[in-house]
C-alpha cells in the first residue's frame, strides 16, 4: 500500500461552520489592517501596488486555520488544490516579512549609531507591511504555479465540493492572474 492510498479523505461536502465565520472575519480584519497600514482608504487605490491585500489576508488567515485542524491537514495531504494555494501564497509573504523585518532592524541599528534614536516596532510593521507585503503579487503567483504543478505532476490533484477548496482555487486562479493584474493596474497609474 502506498502512501497515497494511507491517506482518506472524506468524500462528502464539508459544511460551513462558526469556526469557518470566524477565520474569515479575521481575513477581512488582516485586510482591514493591511489597507491601513498601506495608507489612507482614499489612496489605496490610487497606488498600484497595494490592490494584492485582500487575497493575501485571505491566505495568511485561513492557513491557520487549516493547519490547526485534523481533518484540514488530512485534506490538504490527500491534495486539495485550494487548501494548497493559502500555504503556497504565504511562503512568499513570510519570507519577505522576514527579510523586511532584518533590513529594517539592521537600518535602525546603523542609524542609531550616530544618534540614539527609539526602537519603534509598530512603526516599523507598517513600514514592513506597507511596503514588502503587498506589492509583489509575482512571487505568489510563481508559488501557487509550483505547488499546482507538483500536485498534478505527482497525480494528487483532488478538488473537492467545499467551501474552503473553492474559495482557495479561487485565491490561487486571481494569484496566477495576478502578474497580468499588475501590469494593468500600473499601466492605468501611469
Known amino acids: ?11 462528502e461536502r464539508r459544511p460551513f461552520r462558526l ?23 482614499h489612496q489605496v487605490l490610487q497606488r498600484p501596488g497595494a490592490w494584492p491585500v485582500i487575497p493575501t489576508a485571505l491566505s495568511l488567515a485561513l492557513l491557520p486555520y487549516q493547519l490547526s485542524r485534523r481533518d484540514d491537514r488530512r485534506r490538504m495531504a490527500g491534495g486539495c488544490p485550494g487548501l494548497w494555494a493559502h500555504a503556497a ?29 527609539p526602537f519603534r516596532p509598530g512603526r516599523m510593521a507598517r513600514m514592513l507591511l506597507a511596503y514588502d507585503v503587498f506589492e509583489h503579487p509575482a512571487d505568489r503567483a510563481f508559488a501557487v504555479a509550483l505547488a499546482w504543478a507538483a500536485l498534478g505532476l505527482a497525480g494528487r490533484w483532488r478538488p473537492e465540493r467545499s467551501w474552503d477548496d473553492r474559495l482557495g482555487r479561487a485565491v490561487g486562479l486571481f494569484w496566477l492572474a495576478s502578474p497580468a493584474i499588475d501590469l494593468v493596474v500600473d499601466r492605468l497609474a501611469d
Not at 500500500?1 to 468524500?11: F, G, K, L, Q
Request: aromatic letters at 4%; proline letters at 8%.
Open 19 to 41: 469556526g469557518d465565520a470566524i477565520a474569515l472575519v479575521a481575513a477581512a480584519a488582516l485586510a482591514m489592517a493591511g489597507y491601513r497600514a498601506v495608507g489612507p482608504p
Open 89 to 117: 501564497a504565504a511562503v512568499p509573504v513570510a519570507i519577505r516579512c522576514a527579510v523586511g523585518a532584518a533590513e529594517l532592524t539592521l537600518m535602525w541599528a546603523l542609524m542609531a549609531v550616530d544618534e540614539p534614536m
Open 1 to 11: 500500500m502506498d502512501h497515497a492510498e494511507a491517506i482518506e479523505v472524506p468524500a
